[in-house]
Protein backbone atom coordinates (compact mmCIF):
# COMPACT_ATOMS: atom_id res chain seq x y z
CA UNK A 1 0.00 0.00 0.00
CA UNK A 2 2.96 2.54 0.87
CA UNK A 3 4.85 1.84 -2.16
CA UNK A 4 1.34 3.03 -3.98
CA UNK A 5 1.22 5.75 -1.92
CA UNK A 6 5.01 7.01 -3.40
CA UNK A 7 4.05 6.29 -6.68
CA UNK A 8 0.86 8.70 -6.65
CA UNK A 9 3.06 11.01 -4.98
CA UNK A 10 6.03 10.57 -7.36
CA UNK A 11 2.91 11.12 -10.25
CA UNK A 12 1.64 14.60 -8.60
CA UNK A 13 5.15 16.11 -8.82
CA UNK A 14 5.50 15.14 -12.14
CA UNK A 15 2.45 16.63 -13.51
CA UNK A 16 2.60 19.66 -11.29
CA UNK A 17 6.08 20.01 -12.32
CA UNK A 18 5.00 19.78 -16.41
CA UNK A 19 3.18 22.79 -16.49
CA UNK A 20 1.32 23.81 -13.61
CA UNK A 21 4.16 25.65 -11.18
CA UNK A 22 7.88 25.66 -11.67
CA UNK A 23 8.69 23.62 -14.32
CA UNK A 24 12.42 22.63 -13.05
CA UNK A 25 12.96 19.35 -15.05
CA UNK A 26 12.00 17.24 -12.29
CA UNK A 27 9.04 15.51 -14.51
CA UNK A 28 12.07 14.60 -16.73
CA UNK A 29 12.23 10.34 -16.51
CA UNK A 30 15.84 10.48 -15.33
CA UNK A 31 14.76 12.60 -12.17
CA UNK A 32 11.35 11.55 -11.61
CA UNK A 33 12.30 7.74 -11.41
CA UNK A 34 15.50 8.54 -9.70
CA UNK A 35 13.32 10.04 -7.01
CA UNK A 36 10.79 7.63 -7.26
CA UNK A 37 13.50 4.53 -6.80
CA UNK A 38 14.80 6.71 -3.72
CA UNK A 39 11.26 6.55 -2.07
CA UNK A 40 10.56 2.98 -2.72
CA UNK A 41 14.17 1.89 -1.42
CA UNK A 42 15.65 0.63 -4.85
CA UNK A 43 17.54 4.14 -6.29
CA UNK A 44 19.93 2.23 -9.11
CA UNK A 45 17.20 0.71 -10.27
CA UNK A 46 14.82 3.75 -10.66
CA UNK A 47 17.51 5.87 -12.23
CA UNK A 48 18.16 2.69 -14.43
CA UNK A 49 14.60 3.02 -15.83
CA UNK A 50 14.43 6.35 -16.36
CA UNK A 51 17.57 6.45 -18.09
CA UNK A 52 15.75 4.17 -20.63
CA UNK A 53 12.94 6.74 -20.86
CA UNK A 54 14.76 10.12 -20.98
CA UNK A 55 15.54 10.51 -24.99
CA UNK A 56 12.24 9.61 -26.16
CA UNK A 57 10.49 13.13 -25.97
CA UNK A 58 13.25 15.01 -25.88
CA UNK A 59 12.31 16.60 -29.03
CA UNK A 60 8.73 16.51 -28.78
CA UNK A 61 8.25 20.75 -27.97
CA UNK A 62 5.37 21.77 -25.09
CA UNK A 63 4.41 24.70 -27.44
CA UNK A 64 1.24 26.90 -26.75
CA UNK A 65 -1.80 24.68 -27.95
CA UNK A 66 -0.02 21.59 -29.37
CA UNK A 67 -1.14 18.25 -27.77
CA UNK A 68 2.20 16.86 -26.06
CA UNK A 69 2.87 12.92 -24.33
CA UNK A 70 2.60 13.72 -20.74
CA UNK A 71 5.54 11.61 -20.12
CA UNK A 72 6.34 12.66 -16.48
CA UNK A 73 3.37 10.98 -14.85
CA UNK A 74 3.57 7.69 -16.89
CA UNK A 75 7.47 7.05 -16.17
CA UNK A 76 6.64 7.48 -12.73
CA UNK A 77 3.40 5.58 -13.00
CA UNK A 78 5.53 2.64 -15.46
CA UNK A 79 8.34 2.86 -13.27
CA UNK A 80 6.86 2.53 -10.03
CA UNK A 81 4.89 -0.73 -11.19
CA UNK A 82 8.05 -2.31 -12.15
CA UNK A 83 10.20 -1.48 -8.82
CA UNK A 84 7.06 -3.07 -7.02
CA UNK A 85 7.30 -6.72 -8.93
CA UNK A 86 11.39 -6.20 -9.12
CA UNK A 87 11.21 -5.57 -5.38
CA UNK A 88 9.36 -9.10 -4.96
CA UNK A 89 12.19 -10.59 -6.61
CA UNK A 90 9.88 -11.99 -9.21
CA UNK A 91 11.63 -10.22 -12.43
CA UNK A 92 14.83 -9.10 -13.52
CA UNK A 93 15.74 -5.45 -14.49
CA UNK A 94 16.23 -6.15 -18.67
CA UNK A 95 12.43 -7.58 -18.36
CA UNK A 96 11.23 -4.89 -16.18
CA UNK A 97 13.03 -2.07 -18.59
CA UNK A 98 11.23 -3.33 -21.64
CA UNK A 99 7.73 -3.67 -19.70
CA UNK A 100 8.64 0.25 -18.80
CA UNK A 101 8.99 1.21 -22.06
CA UNK A 102 5.94 -0.57 -23.70
CA UNK A 103 4.10 0.86 -20.77
CA UNK A 104 4.58 4.09 -20.57
CA UNK A 105 5.16 5.36 -24.32
CA UNK A 106 1.37 4.63 -24.99
CA UNK A 107 0.09 6.01 -21.64
CA UNK A 108 2.26 9.22 -22.33
CA UNK A 109 -0.03 9.40 -25.41
CA UNK A 110 -2.92 8.95 -22.82
CA UNK A 111 -2.18 11.43 -20.56
CA UNK A 112 -1.20 14.19 -23.38
CA UNK A 113 -5.31 13.61 -24.08
CA UNK A 114 -6.06 13.78 -20.09
CA UNK A 115 -3.92 17.63 -20.25
CA UNK A 116 -6.09 18.59 -22.81
CA UNK A 117 -9.53 17.51 -21.20
CA UNK A 118 -7.83 19.99 -18.59
CA UNK A 119 -7.38 22.79 -20.20
CA UNK A 120 -10.45 22.65 -21.72
CA UNK A 121 -12.38 22.30 -18.61
CA UNK A 122 -10.28 25.03 -16.96
CA UNK A 123 -11.46 27.96 -19.80
CA UNK A 124 -14.49 27.91 -16.94
CA UNK A 125 -12.45 29.69 -14.95
CA UNK A 126 -11.77 33.41 -16.85
CA UNK A 127 -15.93 34.55 -16.89
CA UNK A 128 -15.94 33.45 -12.72
CA UNK A 129 -12.71 35.69 -12.89
CA UNK A 130 -14.08 38.01 -14.58
CA UNK A 131 -17.39 38.23 -12.20
CA UNK A 132 -15.30 38.78 -9.15
CA UNK A 133 -13.34 41.68 -10.17
CA UNK A 134 -17.15 43.03 -10.78
CA UNK A 135 -17.72 41.78 -7.55
CA UNK A 136 -14.20 44.04 -6.01
CA UNK A 137 -12.41 41.02 -5.51
CA UNK A 138 -10.08 40.08 -8.09
CA UNK A 139 -7.53 38.52 -5.39
CA UNK A 140 -10.07 35.13 -6.43
CA UNK A 141 -8.08 34.95 -9.49
CA UNK A 142 -5.09 33.55 -6.92
CA UNK A 143 -7.54 30.72 -5.98
CA UNK A 144 -8.43 29.52 -9.27
CA UNK A 145 -4.39 29.01 -9.94
CA UNK A 146 -4.35 27.07 -6.96
CA UNK A 147 -7.35 24.88 -8.62
CA UNK A 148 -5.09 24.83 -11.61
CA UNK A 149 -2.33 23.42 -9.39
CA UNK A 150 -4.37 20.96 -7.80
CA UNK A 151 -6.65 19.64 -11.23
CA UNK A 152 -2.75 19.07 -12.15
CA UNK A 153 -1.62 17.10 -9.16
CA UNK A 154 -4.83 14.83 -9.85
CA UNK A 155 -4.56 14.23 -13.15
CA UNK A 156 -0.49 12.76 -12.30
CA UNK A 157 -2.18 10.79 -9.40
CA UNK A 158 -5.02 8.81 -11.99
CA UNK A 159 -2.27 8.51 -14.86
CA UNK A 160 0.61 7.32 -12.25
CA UNK A 161 -1.73 4.58 -10.32
CA UNK A 162 -3.29 3.30 -13.41
CA UNK A 163 0.10 3.46 -16.07
CA UNK A 164 1.96 1.59 -12.68
CA UNK A 165 -1.05 -0.96 -12.82
CA UNK A 166 -0.73 -1.45 -16.17
CA UNK A 167 2.97 -2.06 -16.05
CA UNK A 168 2.44 -4.64 -13.47
CA UNK A 169 -0.25 -6.64 -15.62
CA UNK A 170 2.40 -6.62 -18.67
CA UNK A 171 5.26 -7.31 -16.51
CA UNK A 172 3.28 -10.37 -15.13
CA UNK A 173 2.67 -11.38 -18.77
CA UNK A 174 6.09 -11.00 -20.31
CA UNK A 175 7.25 -13.23 -17.52
CA UNK A 176 4.85 -15.44 -18.65
CA UNK A 177 5.90 -16.00 -22.35
CA UNK A 178 9.12 -17.11 -20.70
CA UNK A 179 10.95 -14.05 -21.34
CA UNK A 180 13.12 -13.61 -17.84
CA UNK A 181 16.35 -13.08 -18.09
CA UNK A 182 16.35 -13.18 -21.94
CA UNK A 183 17.55 -9.50 -22.03
CA UNK A 184 20.65 -7.78 -21.18
CA UNK A 185 19.94 -4.54 -19.35
CA UNK A 186 22.94 -2.72 -20.40
CA UNK A 187 22.29 -3.96 -24.02
CA UNK A 188 18.75 -2.96 -23.67
CA UNK A 189 19.97 1.12 -22.35
CA UNK A 190 22.53 1.34 -24.97
CA UNK A 191 19.75 0.04 -27.22
CA UNK A 192 17.11 2.87 -26.02
CA UNK A 193 20.06 5.57 -25.94
CA UNK A 194 20.85 4.60 -29.67
CA UNK A 195 17.32 5.39 -30.37
CA UNK A 196 16.82 8.36 -28.25
CA UNK A 197 19.78 9.72 -30.43
CA UNK A 198 18.00 9.20 -33.34
CA UNK A 199 14.67 10.92 -32.52
CA UNK A 200 16.84 13.96 -30.87
CA UNK A 201 19.18 14.60 -33.61
CA UNK A 202 16.13 16.37 -35.33
CA UNK A 203 16.52 19.45 -33.65
CA UNK A 204 20.49 19.27 -34.30
CA UNK A 205 20.00 18.58 -37.91
CA UNK A 206 20.73 21.77 -39.30
CA UNK A 207 24.40 21.36 -41.44
CA UNK A 208 25.93 23.77 -39.31
CA UNK A 209 25.35 21.36 -36.35
CA UNK A 210 27.20 18.69 -37.82
CA UNK A 211 31.36 18.99 -37.06
CA UNK A 212 29.89 20.55 -33.02
CA UNK A 213 28.39 16.73 -33.44
CA UNK A 214 31.51 15.12 -34.87
CA UNK A 215 33.75 17.31 -32.31
CA UNK A 216 31.13 15.95 -29.62
CA UNK A 217 32.30 12.23 -30.90
CA UNK A 218 35.90 12.98 -30.65
CA UNK A 219 35.74 14.56 -27.16
CA UNK A 220 33.54 11.53 -25.83
CA UNK A 221 36.46 8.87 -26.83
CA UNK A 222 39.00 11.18 -25.60
CA UNK A 223 37.16 11.20 -22.29
CA UNK A 224 36.57 7.28 -22.27
CA UNK A 225 40.41 6.92 -22.67
CA UNK A 226 41.56 9.39 -20.30
CA UNK A 227 38.89 8.34 -17.56
CA UNK B 1 -3.45 59.58 -6.26
CA UNK B 2 -0.96 56.99 -8.14
CA UNK B 3 2.06 55.01 -6.63
CA UNK B 4 4.52 52.56 -7.46
CA UNK B 5 5.10 49.00 -7.33
CA UNK B 6 6.91 47.82 -3.92
CA UNK B 7 9.93 46.12 -4.60
CA UNK B 8 8.09 43.08 -2.19
CA UNK B 9 5.17 43.46 -4.27
CA UNK B 10 7.79 42.80 -7.65
CA UNK B 11 8.85 39.78 -5.83
CA UNK B 12 5.44 38.49 -5.14
CA UNK B 13 5.33 38.67 -9.05
CA UNK B 14 8.66 36.93 -9.73
CA UNK B 15 7.30 34.40 -7.27
CA UNK B 16 4.11 34.15 -8.92
CA UNK B 17 5.56 33.56 -12.49
CA UNK B 18 6.47 30.16 -10.90
CA UNK B 19 2.71 29.07 -11.44
CA UNK B 20 2.58 30.90 -14.88
CA UNK B 21 0.49 28.22 -16.46
CA UNK B 22 -1.46 26.80 -13.62
CA UNK B 23 -4.90 28.36 -14.93
CA UNK B 24 -3.99 27.22 -18.85
CA UNK B 25 -7.11 27.31 -21.17
CA UNK B 26 -7.78 27.36 -24.56
CA UNK B 27 -9.66 30.09 -24.67
CA UNK B 28 -6.88 32.78 -22.74
CA UNK B 29 -3.96 30.69 -22.66
CA UNK B 30 -1.81 32.33 -19.91
CA UNK B 31 -4.23 34.88 -19.13
CA UNK B 32 -4.77 34.00 -15.72
CA UNK B 33 -0.96 33.76 -14.83
CA UNK B 34 -0.29 37.15 -16.24
CA UNK B 35 -3.00 38.47 -14.47
CA UNK B 36 -2.15 36.70 -10.77
CA UNK B 37 1.47 37.87 -10.75
CA UNK B 38 0.54 41.28 -11.57
CA UNK B 39 -2.00 41.76 -8.96
CA UNK B 40 0.39 42.70 -6.07
CA UNK B 41 1.87 45.57 -8.32
CA UNK B 42 -1.64 46.57 -9.20
CA UNK B 43 -2.64 46.98 -5.70
CA UNK B 44 0.26 49.17 -5.03
CA UNK B 45 0.03 51.35 -8.13
CA UNK B 46 -3.81 52.10 -8.04
CA UNK B 47 -5.61 53.41 -4.52
CA UNK B 48 -8.55 53.61 -6.58
CA UNK B 49 -10.16 49.68 -6.62
CA UNK B 50 -12.15 51.17 -9.64
CA UNK B 51 -8.79 52.55 -11.37
CA UNK B 52 -6.90 49.10 -10.21
CA UNK B 53 -9.93 46.62 -11.56
CA UNK B 54 -9.86 48.09 -14.88
CA UNK B 55 -6.26 47.91 -15.09
CA UNK B 56 -6.68 43.86 -13.66
CA UNK B 57 -9.45 43.44 -16.56
CA UNK B 58 -6.72 44.81 -19.02
CA UNK B 59 -4.95 42.02 -18.19
CA UNK B 60 -7.33 39.20 -18.22
CA UNK B 61 -7.21 39.22 -22.20
CA UNK B 62 -5.44 36.35 -23.93
CA UNK B 63 -1.52 36.37 -23.18
CA UNK B 64 1.05 33.61 -24.34
CA UNK B 65 4.67 33.68 -24.36
CA UNK B 66 7.30 31.18 -22.90
CA UNK B 67 6.37 30.36 -19.27
CA UNK B 68 10.31 31.50 -17.83
CA UNK B 69 10.49 34.60 -20.35
CA UNK B 70 6.97 36.11 -19.37
CA UNK B 71 8.84 37.33 -16.33
CA UNK B 72 10.45 39.87 -19.29
CA UNK B 73 6.70 40.77 -19.70
CA UNK B 74 5.72 41.03 -16.83
CA UNK B 75 8.67 43.82 -15.34
CA UNK B 76 7.68 45.42 -17.98
CA UNK B 77 3.71 45.55 -18.20
CA UNK B 78 4.49 46.91 -14.78
CA UNK B 79 6.31 49.67 -15.36
CA UNK B 80 3.95 50.78 -18.16
CA UNK B 81 1.32 50.58 -15.51
CA UNK B 82 3.03 52.71 -13.45
CA UNK B 83 3.72 55.20 -16.10
CA UNK B 84 0.19 54.83 -16.99
CA UNK B 85 -0.78 55.83 -13.80
CA UNK B 86 1.17 58.63 -13.23
CA UNK B 87 0.23 60.04 -17.21
CA UNK B 88 4.17 60.27 -17.35
CA UNK B 89 4.79 61.24 -20.99
CA UNK B 90 5.27 58.40 -23.45
CA UNK B 91 3.00 55.92 -21.46
CA UNK B 92 0.95 53.94 -23.43
CA UNK B 93 -2.84 53.89 -24.13
CA UNK B 94 -4.91 51.27 -24.17
CA UNK B 95 -4.71 49.96 -27.48
CA UNK B 96 -0.67 50.34 -27.84
CA UNK B 97 -0.99 48.31 -24.09
CA UNK B 98 -2.88 45.28 -26.22
CA UNK B 99 -0.02 45.49 -28.80
CA UNK B 100 2.75 45.41 -26.91
CA UNK B 101 1.38 42.21 -25.31
CA UNK B 102 0.99 40.84 -28.68
CA UNK B 103 4.43 41.61 -29.29
CA UNK B 104 5.68 39.90 -26.36
CA UNK B 105 4.25 37.06 -26.50
CA UNK B 106 5.05 36.18 -30.07
CA UNK B 107 9.18 37.43 -29.47
CA UNK B 108 9.29 36.17 -26.21
CA UNK B 109 7.37 32.61 -26.95
CA UNK B 110 9.68 32.06 -30.08
CA UNK B 111 12.89 32.76 -28.03
CA UNK B 112 12.38 31.06 -25.18
CA UNK B 113 10.76 27.65 -27.42
CA UNK B 114 14.34 27.65 -29.24
CA UNK B 115 16.12 28.27 -26.50
CA UNK B 116 14.88 26.39 -23.25
CA UNK B 117 12.50 23.40 -24.89
CA UNK B 118 14.96 22.93 -28.05
CA UNK B 119 18.05 23.76 -26.89
CA UNK B 120 18.87 23.56 -22.77
CA UNK B 121 16.49 21.10 -22.05
CA UNK B 122 18.06 18.26 -24.30
CA UNK B 123 22.08 19.71 -23.47
CA UNK B 124 20.99 19.27 -20.16
CA UNK B 125 19.44 15.86 -20.45
CA UNK B 126 21.94 14.17 -22.62
CA UNK B 127 24.54 15.61 -19.64
CA UNK B 128 22.61 14.06 -17.42
CA UNK B 129 22.61 11.09 -19.05
CA UNK B 130 26.46 10.95 -19.52
CA UNK B 131 26.68 11.75 -15.80
CA UNK B 132 24.23 9.09 -15.26
CA UNK B 133 26.80 6.21 -17.17
CA UNK B 134 29.64 7.82 -15.18
CA UNK B 135 28.23 7.16 -11.89
CA UNK B 136 24.30 6.19 -12.01
CA UNK B 137 22.73 8.34 -8.84
CA UNK B 138 24.72 11.75 -9.81
CA UNK B 139 22.42 11.07 -13.30
CA UNK B 140 19.41 13.72 -11.95
CA UNK B 141 21.41 15.42 -9.48
CA UNK B 142 23.67 16.96 -13.08
CA UNK B 143 20.20 17.29 -15.06
CA UNK B 144 18.73 19.20 -12.42
CA UNK B 145 21.47 21.62 -11.64
CA UNK B 146 22.73 22.41 -14.67
CA UNK B 147 18.83 22.95 -15.89
CA UNK B 148 17.66 25.00 -12.88
CA UNK B 149 20.55 27.68 -12.07
CA UNK B 150 20.03 29.25 -15.69
CA UNK B 151 16.56 28.71 -15.89
CA UNK B 152 15.80 30.45 -12.15
CA UNK B 153 18.70 33.53 -13.16
CA UNK B 154 17.00 33.59 -15.96
CA UNK B 155 13.77 34.32 -14.26
CA UNK B 156 15.04 36.85 -11.82
CA UNK B 157 16.46 38.69 -14.55
CA UNK B 158 13.90 39.16 -16.23
CA UNK B 159 11.79 40.73 -13.84
CA UNK B 160 14.33 42.39 -12.81
CA UNK B 161 15.30 44.03 -16.50
CA UNK B 162 11.85 43.93 -17.84
CA UNK B 163 10.91 46.55 -14.98
CA UNK B 164 13.87 49.04 -15.45
CA UNK B 165 13.80 49.06 -19.17
CA UNK B 166 10.17 48.67 -19.95
CA UNK B 167 8.97 48.50 -23.41
CA UNK B 168 12.38 48.45 -24.15
CA UNK B 169 13.10 45.23 -22.97
CA UNK B 170 12.36 43.12 -26.21
CA UNK B 171 14.79 45.07 -28.50
CA UNK B 172 17.23 44.14 -25.44
CA UNK B 173 16.96 40.10 -25.60
CA UNK B 174 14.92 39.81 -28.72
CA UNK B 175 17.81 40.80 -31.47
CA UNK B 176 21.49 39.58 -31.60
CA UNK B 177 21.69 38.44 -28.23
CA UNK B 178 19.03 36.30 -27.92
CA UNK B 179 19.94 35.00 -31.73
CA UNK B 180 23.57 34.26 -29.81
CA UNK B 181 22.57 32.54 -27.10
CA UNK B 182 20.04 30.09 -28.77
CA UNK B 183 23.08 28.83 -31.14
CA UNK B 184 25.81 28.51 -28.79
CA UNK B 185 23.19 26.50 -26.48
CA UNK B 186 22.50 24.39 -29.49
CA UNK B 187 26.52 23.50 -30.18
CA UNK B 188 26.55 22.72 -27.08
CA UNK B 189 23.84 20.28 -27.21
CA UNK B 190 25.26 18.57 -30.83
CA UNK B 191 28.57 18.50 -28.85
CA UNK B 192 26.72 16.52 -25.94
CA UNK B 193 25.04 14.39 -28.34
CA UNK B 194 28.17 13.22 -30.01
CA UNK B 195 29.58 12.49 -26.61
CA UNK B 196 26.74 10.10 -25.59
CA UNK B 197 27.42 7.83 -28.42
CA UNK B 198 30.96 6.61 -27.68
CA UNK B 199 30.27 6.73 -23.61
CA UNK B 200 27.68 4.41 -23.58
CA UNK B 201 29.53 2.24 -26.58
CA UNK B 202 32.70 1.95 -24.16
CA UNK B 203 31.22 2.09 -20.77
CA UNK B 204 32.52 -1.12 -19.10
CA UNK B 205 29.08 -2.98 -19.18
CA UNK B 206 29.26 -2.75 -23.22
CA UNK B 207 27.94 -5.94 -25.18
CA UNK B 208 31.13 -5.51 -26.60
CA UNK B 209 32.99 -2.50 -28.72
CA UNK B 210 31.39 -3.60 -32.18
CA UNK B 211 28.57 -5.17 -31.32
CA UNK B 212 27.19 -1.57 -28.83
CA UNK B 213 28.26 0.38 -32.08
CA UNK B 214 26.14 -1.71 -34.67
CA UNK B 215 23.51 -1.75 -31.65
CA UNK B 216 23.76 2.43 -31.24
CA UNK B 217 24.14 3.15 -35.02
CA UNK B 218 21.32 1.02 -36.23
CA UNK B 219 19.11 1.95 -33.32
CA UNK B 220 19.94 5.87 -34.29
CA UNK B 221 19.29 5.62 -37.46
CA UNK B 222 15.71 3.43 -36.87
CA UNK B 223 15.03 6.45 -34.73
CA UNK B 224 15.93 9.52 -37.07
CA UNK B 225 14.26 7.38 -40.25
CA UNK B 226 11.12 6.68 -38.24
CA UNK B 227 10.61 10.16 -36.68
CA UNK B 228 11.13 11.65 -39.72
CA UNK B 229 8.93 9.36 -42.24
CA UNK B 230 6.13 9.03 -39.37
CA UNK B 231 3.61 11.68 -38.42
CA UNK B 232 2.37 9.33 -35.32
CA UNK B 233 4.87 9.79 -32.99
CA UNK B 234 3.47 7.42 -30.39
CA UNK B 235 3.61 4.11 -33.02
CA UNK B 236 6.95 5.32 -34.26
CA UNK B 237 8.15 4.90 -30.70
CA UNK B 238 6.76 1.75 -29.87
CA UNK B 239 8.41 -0.08 -32.91
CA UNK B 240 11.38 1.40 -32.05
CA UNK B 241 11.46 0.16 -28.85
CA UNK B 242 9.98 -3.50 -30.09
CA UNK B 243 13.28 -3.26 -32.76
CA UNK B 244 15.37 -2.58 -29.77
CA UNK B 245 13.75 -5.38 -27.73
CA UNK B 246 13.99 -8.11 -30.75
CA UNK B 247 17.56 -7.31 -31.33
CA UNK B 248 17.91 -8.05 -27.80
CA UNK B 249 16.36 -10.89 -27.56
CA UNK B 250 18.08 -12.40 -30.42
CA UNK B 251 21.24 -11.74 -29.42
Known sequence: MSAWIVVAAAGAVAAVDTAAFFQGMFHQPLVICTLLGAGLGSPLEGAYLGALLQMLWLSELPVGAATYSDYGPAAAGAAGGALMVLQSGHADLGLAGLAVLLTAVPL??????????????????????????????????????????????????VEAALTAAVALLLLWGLKALGLEGQIPPYALLAGMLGAGLGVTLKLFSGKEFLPWLAGGVMVGIITVVVL | MAGRARRSSRFAAFMASFAFQAGYSYDGFQNLGLAAALLPALNDIYDDPQERNEAFRRHLEFFCAHPYLATFAVGALIKAEEDRAASSPGAMGEAELARFKQVCGSVLGSLGDRFFWAGLRPFTAVVGLMAYLISPLYGALTLLLLYNVPHVLVRAEGMRMGYELGPGVLPAIGGEPGARAILWVKRLGAVALGMLAPLTIMHPLTPGLLEGTILMAAAAAAGWWLLRRHRQRTLSLLILIMLVGVYCLLT
Open chain 1, 108 to 157: AWVGGHIIRVQREIQSRFLPRVIASVERNRPGRVRWYILVGIGHSAIRGV
